[in-house]
C-alpha cells in the first residue's frame, strides 16, 4: 500500500511584534511590526500562495536594548484587519487562557469566522510569563493545572460554537456557563492548536487540538515528537497536525548566508535572551537542549540556512519527518517573502512537498 505524501503547508510567524526576526541589534530594514509592514506581508503571502499566518501574543517585552517584543499588535483585532484585506489566506490568532473569559473569545471567533467565511484559527496558550501576567495581577497556575484550564477552555469554546442555543453549561474551578449561547455559530468550527510541548501539552493536543505547533532543536527530535503526537491523537480517533517554525535564510552561496548569521549573533541581545530562555525554561523543562545562540534566531526557530537550494532541500526534510507545516521566521519579511516566492518556492514544487 504506497501512503500518501503529505503537502507541506506554508506559514508566516508574522512580525506583529517587534524584534521577531532575532533577539539581536543587527537589523537590515526597519522593525516590520507595525500594521502597513504587517498588511503588505500578508498580501505578498496571499499572492505567493502561502497557506496561514501566525501571530505572537505578547503584553509586555523581555528588556534589554531591544526589549524583546515589547511593541506588539493584539492579534485578535490584527487577524480581524488582516482577514478584512485578504481573501484565500488563513490567519491565526493566539490567545492566553488566563487574559480573556471563553465566552467572549467564542464571540469573537465567531465573528472573526463570519467576516473572514472561514479562514480564521485559533492558538490557544496557558501562558508562561510570571513578569507578563504580574503586570495584570494573574498568576501563574502550577503546570499541570494551567492545561486542565486549558482543556475547560477549549471544551467551552467548542459547546459554544456547536451546541443549540441555550443548551450548554459549564461548570469547573475556572469557569461557571449558565445555558450559554453564541450567535452566530461558525460555519464550521476553527482550527483549534495549541503551542505547548510537555507531557500535559501532549495530553491536551491529542484529544482536544487540530494542530500542534511546536520548537524542534533537530529533525530527529521532531520526528519523535510530531510521531508521538500523531499516535496519540490517533488513539482518540482524531488528525492532529504538526508545524515548527524554522528562521530561514538564504544567500547565493553557503557562505555568505553563515557571515550574516554570524552578524545577527554578534549583535545579540544578551539581557532581553537571558530574560527570555530564563523564563521559558523556568516554566517548561522543555527547553535544556536550547543555547543563546539558538535562541537568538527567531527565538528558538530552528534554522534553515545557505543556498536556495539548502533551504528547499532543509524544507523538504521537515515534511519528510513528518511536519505538516512550516512558520517561517525571516530576516526581512517583506523582501523574503517575494524572495521565496521566486527562488523557493518553484524548487519546493519541483521537489514534490508543495502541491503543483
Ligand atoms: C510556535 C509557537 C508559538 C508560541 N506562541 C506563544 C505566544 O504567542 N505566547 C505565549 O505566551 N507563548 C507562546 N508559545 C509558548 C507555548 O505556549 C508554551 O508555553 C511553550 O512551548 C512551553 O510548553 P509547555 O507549556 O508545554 O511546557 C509558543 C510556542 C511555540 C512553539
Redesign the pocket.
Known sequence: MTQEVQRLQLGLFMPNCSNMSAISTYRVVPDEWDYTSNKAIALAAEAAGFDFLFP???WRGFGGETDYLGTSLETMTWASALLAVTSKIRVFS?V?VPVFHPLVVAKMGASLDHISQGRWGI?L?????KEEFGMMGIDILPHAERYQRTRAFIEILKGLWTEPRGTFSHESSWYQIKQGYCLPQPARPPPIAN????E??KHLIAEHCDWA???MSSLDSARATVTDIKRRGAAHGRTVRCAS?PFVLWRDSADEAQAEVARIIAAKDEVASGNWLRG?SLE?G?FDQFTLDMFTLGAGAFPVIGTAEDVALKLKEMRDVGLDGV?MVYQAYQRDTRRFQKEIMPLLREMGVLSP
Open positions: 505572537v501574543s505578547r493566539t492566553h492558538n496558550v496557558s501562558g508562561w510569563s503551542a505547548g510541548i510537555s500535559d501539552a505547533f511546536m520548537s517554525f521559558l517548561s522543555s512558520l
